[in-house]
């Protein structure tokens, strides 16, 4: 009876588990950045030729922003554009004993070469709805040599959630207004080794950029996302005044 469940369980996941060495790479998304530094990387995304946006919570020394990459860990790919930076602006109220305001804006040093690769994302005019179904993208580790840069991007289709649902998969945490969950409740708390920071985009739309999730966002496990509407006028007058 156990083999018969387990047997079940696995025919019924939602996506292939993170890191599937037989998974074929996806296509990269055209507006994700890959933010390379010196300690971890993580996920940015190109909202306009001179911009990055990605999660204030990302340490990331002696940065460079490489886009059209598909394969981190492979350095001779065709379409790459490898970019420094001016300045990276984390919003005024971000703290790091918190998930709220997680968001940093990252000017890059030249502008990018739009293209068939690399194109800017687009921004939200209305917040997401419950139930829209949304993409999220990232990167994953093999986890059989992890001193490598990851080797796999992997894109799931998973659900925005209510608060509700939300705060039955994070008893302890403050799901407020200015944060989005999106992922299947309860989630399988498995740990696995993603790039953090990944963006949710809900028709066509970017609406999150996860700042938390207690398992895998590849294995559709509820993140914690920074909902993105929110912030727009601070988006806007940052890039505005700088």
Known sequence: MMKFVFLW????LPVALTFDPDYKDAITPPYMVFLKSDYLPCVGVLIHPLWVLTAAHCNLPKLLLILGVTKPSDTKEKHLQVVGYQKMIHHPQFSV???EHNLMLIKLKSYIELNDYVKLASLPKEPVAENTMCMVSTWAYNVCDLNKDPDSLQNVNISVIS??????????YNIRESMMCVGIVPGRRQPCKEVPAAPA????ILQGILTFADGCVLRADVGIYTRIFNYMSWI???IRKN
Do not use: P
């Not at 369980?9 to 019924?12: D, P, R, T």
């Not at 649902?165 to 302890?172: D, F, S």
């Not at 985009?201 to 066509?204: M, Q, S, V």
């Open 97 to 99: 004993t918190s998930i």
């Open 201 to 204: 985009i809900c028709n066509g």
């Open 236 to 238: 806007e007058n940052t």
């Open 163 to 172: 608060q509700s649902q939300c705060h039955a998969a994070y008893k302890t």
């Open 9 to 12: 369980a696995l025919l019924n």
